[in-house]
């Protein structure tokens, strides 16, 4: 039967994976992972923005379901606990690094559409604990989340 790519394969084709594990090697990327690599991290968080994957249990869900398709993208299963892992360790300039190298293949007014829609999300929950009888229990912790969205055009420090 002849092969023919996944859609996930043909999208990740310009990636160049010598190129990007020189990029893993540069920051030590995959010094605290024997088995799940940066390149099946990538891997895996791109099919997640794809998907609209909402949680880790969802994410190992679907991506475990067409493992006929890990062989050619060069990667296998996913396990809920490694993935949280690599995302606690791994560091973030290994797929910033590679973002770029991406961005810059494209032309001018894309690149310009998309650094202007670059912005920083940061979801920091704020311990309450048993002092504010108003805040309730996630499972994890009692008290509340503040929100930050960081716009490098704003003039604001």
């Not at 991406?102 to 309450?128: F, V």
């Not at 048993?130 to 929100?147: D, E, F, L, Q, V």
Request: proline share 4%; net charge positive; aromatic share 8%.
């Amino acid at each position: 039967m002849r092969f023919t790519p996944s859609i996930l394969g043909k999208l990740v084709e310009p990636i160049n994976r010598r190129r990007f594990q020189a990029t893993v090697d540069s920051h030590d990327g995959d010094a605290y992972d024997k088995s799940f690599h940066s390149w099946d991290h990538l891997m895996v968080l791109i099919y997640a923005q794809l998907s609209g994957a909402e949680g880790l249990r969802g994410l190992e869900a679907g991506w475990n379901a067409n493992c006929q398709h890990h062989y050619h993208l060069g990667s296998d299963v996913l396990r809920r606990s490694t993935l949280s892992d690599a995302n606690r360790r791994r560091p973030v300039g290994v797929f910033a690094e590679t973002f770029e190298t991406i961005a810059s293949q494209l032309d001018r007014h894309t690149r310009r559409e998309g650094a202007a829609m670059l912005r920083l999300i940061d979801s920091t929950p704020i311990p309450l604990g048993k002092t504010c009888a108003w805040a309730k229990s996630n499972g994890r912790i009692r008290g509340m989340k503040m929100h930050v969205v960081y716009d490098p055009d704003t003039d604001c420090p």
